[in-house]
């Protein structure tokens, strides 16, 4: 195991969720066994991290050093020049990279060996997944979706009263603001505004707040929801009600026939959102269960049983689905979060 | 928990060996909840951490940001102006440190609270360990001193004959180019020279070979040690041989009169060596273990016995020492290491 190259890619895991829809990257450079730069992509349209490394480094020193980078350079005039390019200017002797960008056509890798760089594929377990999820999105052009869901071991949301409020524990609740944080836009449905009337903030320290992302074929807006009392944060409204309007700035309301979760996704991708976060209750959470469009699923589960009849079970469809045509998951990742177990899973 | 801290932190650690008797800190600046720069001590007498995070960050970003470094940013001109003062100068709004700098007289808490600064102070048990050790020996002004020992379940470095090779097992010959490249010098006793040959380099991709430090009395050095093939790395021998001499340029000889471990220290402290490695046979080995200047114990363990009459017990003393006044270690971390056992301990 090489040391350098985990740094990479935890520097890279520090800035998921703010780099849009462009992957979050991280590098180190190496000379003489000692780190000389550190660099991660910040932003879109911001240096990447290769270049943040190099100018860390200062361009006397970079010459002979190796660097480590969570991705392949790329090779592209993207809103930047080709990272490959600048290694190859300043003299970089050696790159060492753990995921393969798949969506270039002349790749990074062979541009930099092509001017006599070492040049050394490591796939990398963590650096995979990562990547994995981003290619997938870059491709479909939809952005990576997690789906969260707290419910009762008898799977509910809530009561049939619409009871719902702390049926997971504080523990449960600081993870959410994590989750939200990695994100950068937030779902739901118009229910949940009626029903549980959340500000989906997140309220870490300096943390980020994700754009918000209503469902309403409606209309009905409560205007009057906490949710629209920050005037910062970006909402938009997704509705087929066409007399639908609103003067507040920070709200875009955007009108379609017929609200489908892939137009949505798609809208959303082509906003500049990467990570989109579901909380909504079982209406919106089984529409995006039941789809193709899901990355990833975290249920926090309590270890309470609600009974009732079920009206706010998390996954209700109108048809039967026969058993073996049900979507599939695979659990990724367990944690017990207090009183609570948190499920991280992906579509099978 | 604050992610941001524990990623300062984490910076920290890994420049950890590299900056020599100056402490690894690391630096995040954070605003409207996304990374803006990221910055490390990469070697003594280059730019602090928070210096090359506000660099990376841009003068305009800067203002009104969050930096979160793993120790208090410094008050006082050394080789480079204090950070507090520069962090006062870029308006930034708020620092939130893990551990308090306790050598300076007027703190940069105070000195950036003054100037109308939000400070908080969240001690870190990470953190905290991590400078404890660097303050000890800076108040000392002695290197951290590692002491490892590969030894037999029955204590025994070696077999009577003086058999050593592979008694512990490739995963820890592994972890031990890790903890030598964590290190800037390797300290060993002449005997180890004659019986093991070693090289003492770190054999990892990219590592940080430590500077080499013989004990000898006698100086009867072989010059033909495989340890003296490595034209680069300086090689110092303190020894009560004034007679001894060399026409090597890497290696340096110190004539003191009598040869004790505190001396030794304290002259490698003023080369400006910040942390030590002593691997060596039982005689070096046993005057540091009964002395005050351990900071860490590495003992790997192989489930062997070897037996003999114990010519290579890894301590070893020539009076008796009364059970209550014996050497204590508290062990703070423990792990397998394939076949083997690894324990870290620290003085008690």
Not at 229 to 249: F, G, K, W
Request: contains cysteine; glycine residues 6%; aromatic residues 8%.
């Amino acid at each position: 195991m090489n040391h350098y190259l985990e740094y990479a890619i935890q520097l890279a895991e520090m800035t998921e969720g703010q780099t849009g829809t462009n992957p979050a990257v991280g590098a180190v450079i190496v000379k003489d066994g000692r780190i000389i730069g550190f660099g991660a992509h910040l932003k879109k349209g911001e240096r990447h991290a290769e270049i943040q490394a190099i100018d860390m480094a200062g361009s006397e020193q970079v010459k002979g050093a190796t660097i480590y980078v969570s991705l392949e350079p790329c090779s592209h005039y993207g809103s930047t020049p080709p990272c490959a390019q600048r290694i190859i200017d300043t003299g970089i002797a050696k790159v060492v990279y753990a995921a393969k960008d798949t969506t270039l056509q002349e790749t990074g890798h062979d541009m930099m060996a092509q001017h006599g760089i070492e040049v050394a594929y490591r796939p990398h377990p963590r650096a995979q997944q990562l990547y994995a999820d981003f290619y997938n999105s870059k491709e479909e052009a939809v952005p990576i979706v997690t789906v969260k869901v707290s419910a009762s071991l008898d799977g509910k949301q809530a009561t049939d009263h619409f009871e719902s409020q702390w049926i997971t524990s504080k523990a449960v609740k600081a993870d959410v603001f994590q989750l939200r944080h990695t994100h950068d836009a937030i779902l739901t449905g118009n229910g949940t505004l009626t029903h549980d009337n959340p500000s989906l903030t997140t309220r870490i320290e300096d943390g980020h707040h994700p754009a918000k992302v209503i469902l309403s074929r409606s209309g009905k807006i409560n205007w009057d929801a906490q949710l629209f009392q920050d005037r910062v944060t970006p909402i938009y409204i997704y509705t087929e009600n066409q007399a639908l309007s609103t003067s507040m700035d920070h709200v875009e309301i955007i009108y379609q026939t017929n609200i489908q979760i892939e137009a949505v996704l798609k809208d959303l991708y082509q906003k500049g959102y990467g990570r989109v976060l579901v909380e909504a209750g079982p209406n919106v959470t089984s529409q995006f269960l039941a789809s193709r469009f899901v990355t990833h699923f975290i249920l926090y589960l309590a270890p309470k049983i609600i009974g009732g009849q079920g009206v706010n079970q998390f996954y209700q469809t109108e048809f039967v689905t026969p058993l073996n045509q049900l979507p599939q998951f695979e659990i990724v990742h367990t944690d017990i979060l207090d009183t609570d177990i948190k499920l991280h899973m992906q579509r099978k």
